[in-house]
């Protein structure tokens, strides 16, 4: 048997998608491979050598002691060659995730060829992208790569792609952008993110979900309203719209639609912060399909006659538990903003095309919001002689840093690093649901995929409202009745689930209480198996998901690396009992007081 075929079937043991790339084929390559000094082989490409003509081994060692952080979570290599760099990686840190990103498959063929590696092609450790588009080797790295990957260049092919890397590290610095904000939100919000979803259990358990409105507006032309500036011109013509396209609304844009004398079809909220419940005040909700993330704040439902209300799936694990007694409520896209749940949302329902409007993802004019939202309304309020609400604008614009880039229609406008956050989310959305959205907000900021369209074009269409309320009629039966009976085993089941979570999470409380006692003794030099047995008992816990929840940067920062030393490893340990502690008495006390009051089943 050859070499290539040896490998491949390594490979496809445990890769079997790559079958497709067509690596069996005969034929040159573009490397020219030779021997190097110490009878290994070396390979030249366009002039350069890829690898030590002497010993590329040891060449990649020094490499890897050279280039590799202190502490990292995984490497990524860009760049294959005969792979001596991931393949010494491996050997010096098992265990350790690895990915491989070749844009060109006729490289790694001739590696395959030209070397016996099947020890590393069947690894479980390792992930190869070969073949890929930048955009799906890090949406990939983004689902299998827990932290920040060291990234490793094989310097002659990373110059021969420069474009291709360049593209794929700024994705990168993107992807950690995001998680480093997702953090962030986690410290900031995760408690309150908790115990609204627990204030709102009774209503969870009782609401439809978001499953029901897939396919419901299949077929129909549909208009997402977000509330960016450009979101005005739009609504001087709303009413004629609404005749045409299914209207669906985020919360910040809802009173805006009023004010233009239209109720929308769809109303979508997620944000869990007071302030943000505060763009609905005043609402009148009924006979409006409400879509909300089960963890708003519960002022948002506390009105005389609750609307036809459907929950989309929790991303949290208490809501995932009780998602196993009561059902699924189905799971909605979340980029960090209610317009990316708005779209993934309205695009579920199967409305084609999507136009969109006030997604601005920037600052037109140097404007955050169109007139009359909640937020600017709320500036002129408080404005001032000291500190007027042109100042308060002004404080907004200068901290967000911001960055002139392309508008939808090929002009200039203004954003931020957080906006664009969430133009990458679209923009990989969009990748995987090509040529169904479109734009109507010539000034918003450009999003790859989501064509500029004319306003003119959507007043063009056919009128058909009483369609859109022929689909509607079904939904709108009768709006949510917080009191009403569960059906069957739901309510004892809900119950019975919270229970035996609550012993768990403060059984959980006392393990880390005890590991950090522990934790003491072990700077003594004694305690250690008993250490190794509490951690047994908290890895028997399911709760230790729930737990974990709260303190995921520690965590991040546990996984971004092994500690320096042993007293640096104690101190990590320590703090890692005691976030633990902290989180699970938190949550089982907010369940115990969940499940006493009036209103749960």
Known sequence: MSLLSDNLRALYGRHPGLRGLGLESAGEGPLAVESSACGLPTAKFQDAYLH??????????????????????????????????????????????????????????????????????????????????AEEAVMELEENSPGAPALLRLRPLYLASLPYYRRLEALLESLADRREVNLNTLRRFGRLWVRNLLANLPLFLRAAGTRELEGLFAGMPALLLAAGPSLEPVLAVLPALAERLVLVAVDTSYRLCRQAGVKPDLLVTVDPQYWNSRHLDWAELEGILLASEPSVHPRTFHRPRLPNLHFMS?????GEALERVAGPRGRVGAGGSVATSAWDLARLTGARPLYLAGLDLGYPGRRTHARGAFFEERAHTLSGRLLPAEHQDFLVLTSAGLIPVASAAGGITLTDRRMLLYKWWFENQLKQHPGSSFTVSADGTRIAGLEYRPLSELLGLPARRPQIEERLAALRGGALDPDAALGGDVGPRARETLQELSRDLGRLEELGRRGLQLVGLAEGGGGQSKLEEVDRQILGLASRQVAGFLFQPLIRKVLGGSPGSYREALELSAELYRELAASAGYQAGLLRRALERDGFP
């Open 314 to 318: 929790s991303f949290f694990p208490i």
């Open 52 to 133: 030590s003509r002497y010993d590329p081994r040891e060449e990649a060692r020094r490499q890897l002691a050279r280039e590799l952080p202190a502490r990292f979570s995984s490497a990524v290599f860009l760049g294959f060659g005969l792979g001596y760099l991931p393949e010494v990686f491996l050997e010096l840190h098992p265990g350790r995730p690895l990915a491989v990103i070749e844009p060109e498959p006729a490289l790694f063929r001739q590696a395959l060829a030209a070397r016996d590696l099947r020890a590393m092609l069947a690894s479980p450790d390792a992930s190869w992208l070969v073949g890929r588009e």
